[in-house]
């Protein structure tokens, strides 16, 4: 009897897009990120998704020094593969970016494949009521260019190449493939290739389904079988999306990160609701969950005993 296929969750548990005014239940204290890491793999995340933010005021915080307030914690507490951001916040620069996964050498790191508009203004007319100043400067900004060049990609490649740290591929949008495609050609990054593609945020691809299929379709095209496919929707998309994805070979991203909702209406009290949620729908496919060691030899990971923390 054949067995059933392993579908990889990512539990992006905090990020910089939501601030902490829009929900009591993101994670913002170096104890509250790691409490979510833990929860979310302990329901069903092979893979945690890592951002850092100032505990006061729950700005994003890309200092190795804030990682270093939780990442032990989490390292001795599971097992689980931990993914440390290069984006950060579109506001900061390359250098801020990358320090964290360059000083930690984490077995999987996020790196964008592109440059773009950013925008989050849309979501100052569904939060009005802000406890911090810089939430709403940082919102109403329509002026944020996303900036991942050539230039800037290849900085973050070369700074972690000699650290066996794979990356987790963000792509937001068709071009982004394109410039995968480029690195791959050149022997910059290698197979297996985690490809994340991003749907639904204001300056990259749509959510439709149609948006979905043509991503993949492209993706098939460029990578064939050398890439793992991973998606992640953002707000009141994350589940169709996922459910698309989980039913067409995919893997899948969920978290506070990329939505704060577990229905409509209805804001998730925590990431492993999510994670609990995804995975209903992925078993309901008579799919199975990746555990983090079915990851780590999916992904071609280094493991868990040779990371920097």
């Not at 104890?31 to 945690?48: N, S």
């Not at 579109?90 to 000083?103: C, H, S």
């Not at 077995?107 to 849309?122: D, I, K, Q």
Request: glycine share 10%.
């Amino acid at each position: 009897m054949a067995r059933a296929r392993k579908v990889i969750i990512t539990c992006a548990v905090t990020g910089a897009i939501h601030t902490p005014s829009m929900s009591p239940y993101l994670p913002v204290t170096p104890e509250e990120i790691a409490d979510a890491a833990i929860g979310a793999a302990e329901a069903g995340a092979a893979i945690v998704h890592l951002h850092a933010r100032n505990p006061q005021t729950g700005e994003p915080d890309q200092t190795p020094e804030a990682f270093a307030k939780f990442l032990p914690v989490i390292k001795q507490r599971s097992s689980c593969v931990v993914n440390i951001t290069t984006g950060g916040a579109p506001t900061m620069t390359i250098e801020e970016r990358v320090r964290p996964a360059a000083t930690f050498k984490p077995e999987v790191a996020s790196l964008n494949l592109g440059s773009m508009n950013f925008g989050l203004f849309g979501m100052l007319d569904r939060f009005k009521d802000l406890q911090h100043e810089w939430e709403r400067t940082y919102l109403a900004n329509k002026d944020i260019i996303f900036r991942n060049s050539f230039g800037q990609i290849e900085h973050i490649l070369t700074t972690c190449a000699g650290n066996d740290t794979r990356f987790e591929f963000e792509c937001y949008d068709t071009a982004h493939l394109y410039n995968l495609k480029y690195f791959f050609d050149r022997g910059l990054v290698k197979a297996p290739l985690f490809i994340q593609t991003v749907f639904g945020l204001q300056g990259g691809i749509g959510s439709h389904p149609d948006d979905v299929m043509h991503m993949k379709r492209t993706a098939d095209r460029l990578f064939g079988d050398q890439y793992h496919w991973s998606v992640l929707g953002a707000g009141r998309n994350q589940m169709n999306i996922a459910a698309m994805a989980a039913a067409m070979g995919g893997n899948v991203r969920v978290g506070l990160e990329d939505s704060l909702w577990a229905g409509p209406g209805r804001l998730a009290q925590s990431n492993a609701e999510q994670v609990a949620q995804v995975r209903r729908i992925i078993e309901g496919l008579g799919l199975e969950v990746a555990t983090p060691d079915d990851a780590r030899e999916m992904l071609s990971l280094k493991g868990g005993d040779r990371v920097g923390f």
